[in-house]
């Protein structure tokens, strides 16, 4: 069983390493190699998490006390940044246990909808969980490098 918890400045290390082996196995069919090297620059840094934990919600899935999943929420945007999940624990739920106690951070928050910029490889995921296609659009990273993302939306039940 997954125990979904608030991440810690302790946990930097190992979302770090999970975002990166997610990102490059979850997203070879979808994205050039140096897209995805462009992408993971800036989420790689360990000050990148620090700043993170002051202004969003971030949470991890874990398994024997073993980091599996990571997500994080920017309240101020009702906006979900992420979901990754270990390549080995995809389909086992750890996204949607997520998802799910994010979207009820974001009821607990009186929000009314959740956004996403999805990457390609993650579209159907979401839209499994009733999130609505809105838009692609394209992410540029500090590179200059561009690639596409999917704007999806949920409108939140009370």
Do not use: W
Not at 28 to 48: F, G, M, P, V
Not at 49 to 69: H, K, P, T
Not at 74 to 98: C, E, F, W
Not at 139 to 158: A, R, W
Request: hydrophobic share 40%; aromatic share 10%; proline share 1%.
């Amino acid at each position: 069983m997954y125990n979904i918890r608030s991440a810690t400045i302790d946990d930097i290390d190992a979302i770090c390493s999970l975002v990166s082996k997610s990102v490059f196995e979850l997203c070879k069919e979808y994205y050039t190699e140096s897209e995805l090297e462009a992408y993971l620059a800036n989420l790689l840094k360990k000050i990148h998490y620090n700043e993170l934990l002051s202004d969003r919600i971030l949470i991890v899935a874990c398994e024997n006390n073993v980091i599996v999943g990571f997500t994080q929420y920017d309240p101020s945007q009702s906006a979900v940044d992420a979901i990754y999940v270990l390549p080995n624990h995809t389909g086992k739920g750890v996204g949607t246990r997520m998802l799910r106690y994010i979207e009820d951070v974001a009821r607990s928050l009186k929000k009314e909808e959740i956004i996403i910029a999805a990457l390609k490889n993650a579209v159907g995921f979401y839209e499994k969980s009733k999130y609505i296609f809105q838009n692609t659009s394209l992410i540029t990273c500090k590179d200059g490098t561009k690639f596409e993302s999917v704007e999806l939306k949920k409108q939140l039940d009370s």
